[in-house]
């Protein structure tokens, strides 16, 4: 865990009842946008890759050894919290400034869905290592 920064890993062992559980909580603020490898490229990388990926699964390459999976989910037009859907994922163009998106701050979305614990878990240390050692 300490290559990653964090002091907490979760194994999902049911990922499909895990993102409809999150989904049904989720369900008066956002749709299901993506299930996704994360894409690993530095940021100025290539323009081809970049825009064919949601950016919320682009990473720095530098954490290519994370292999993340992400659920994604857009938001609901007139939700809490609208980003302007409609012109969220366009691709831009980084050598044309004015296609850039403006920057919108997210809050986040607390949600009391206690039934997710079903289909995760928290791993002890000693469970870590021994995934980290391949066992």
Request: charged share 25%; glycine share 6%; proline share 7%.
């Amino acid at each position: 865990m300490q290559d990653f920064g964090v002091d907490t890993c979760i194994e999902i062992h049911q990922p499909e009842e895990l993102f409809r559980s999150l989904s049904k909580a989720l369900e008066k603020y956002a749709l299901f946008g993506a299930l996704s490898t994360c894409q690993y490229e530095d940021r100025g990388g290539s323009i081809e890759v970049q825009a064919k990926h949601r950016p919320q699964v682009l990473k720095p390459g530098s954490l290519k050894h994370q292999k993340e999976v992400r659920f994604v989910w857009d938001p609901l037009p007139g939700a809490k919290r609208d980003i302007n859907a409609h012109n969220a994922f366009r691709p831009f163009n980084y050598f044309d400034p004015d296609s850039r998106l403006p920057v919108v701050p997210l809050e986040p979305i607390f949600i009391n869905q206690s039934e997710v614990s079903k289909f995760c878990h928290i791993l002890t240390d000693e469970e870590v290592s021994k995934l980290s050692a391949g066992g």
